[in-house]
């Protein structure tokens, strides 16, 4: 039976040669008995995708375990555990799309660039994010020995236009409000320009009177913000 790789040396380096293709590959290696056996496995495994699969798993195996179990449920629930509370909320709300489901019990060994086009063709541009943000760390982590979709070949993200409310439109809705409270309330948000979560969560009792200052403690970041009221 013909072979279709065969070793072949350059300078130092062994690289291998495919005979169909005329393609050298670096094998990254000056030791010729690493190289032989690397040869060797590729010659083994080639048309046997199965059997090349069960080779895989049994060599990440000594390394690590349980890496050949490893779903990507196991990777998204270390993505989520990452980060502020609120960041942690918003992860877990991200990661229970349905889009995931395509992925979300399969093992990381066993994915393919396909099962990842599969998720971004129907997820939206936050699953996107998500996704990469949990392939990158199952990488980082060692949890991946390769990448599913190396960087250039991803999707680019395509974002909605976003904009700011005008001071007209403002206008047309302090205009349009007939609860006095509730127009205060909008008057407010204009002149402090907060986040909607620090905004919901306003107080009269983060108005100092005697200083003049409205003081908060942002939820995202932890930290204060404190403007000086004009009365």
């Not at 496995?41 to 990440?60: C, D, T």
Request: with cysteine; glycine share 6%; net charge positive.
């Amino acid at each position: 039976m013909k072979k279709k790789f065969w070793l072949c040396k350059r300078g130092s380096v062994y690289y291998l040669f495919d005979s169909e293709t005329g393609h050298r590959t670096s094998l990254r290696t000056e030791d010729q008995t690493q190289a032989e056996q690397i040869l060797h496995a590729k010659n083994q495994v080639e048309g046997k995708p199965i059997l090349g699969l069960a080779l895989a798993k049994a060599y990440l195996s000594t390394f690590d375990p349980h890496l050949p179990q490893r779903t990507w449920q196991d990777v998204l629930d270390e993505f989520c555990s990452r980060g502020q509370s609120q960041t942690q909320a918003f992860r877990k709300r991200k990661a229970r799309n349905r889009a995931f489901n395509l992925i979300r019990h399969k093992k990381l060994v066993e994915t393919t660039p396909d099962d990842f086009r599969a998720v971004l063709k129907s997820s939206g541009v936050m699953v996107h994010c998500c996704l990469r943000c949990a392939h990158n760390l199952a990488v980082g982590l060692g949890w991946l020995p390769w990448p599913v979709l190396p960087p250039k070949l991803w999707p680019q993200l395509r974002f909605k236009p976003k904009r700011g409310i005008t001071r007209e439109e403002h206008e047309r809705i302090i205009a349009a409000e007939k609860n006095p409270e509730r127009r205060l309330y909008y008057e407010l948000l204009w002149e402090i320009g907060a986040s909607q979560t620090d905004a919901v969560s306003l107080s009269a009792d983060e108005i100092s009177w005697q200083t003049g200052t409205l003081t908060y403690q942002r939820n995202k970041t932890g930290s204060s913000a404190t403007l000086v009221l004009l009365c």
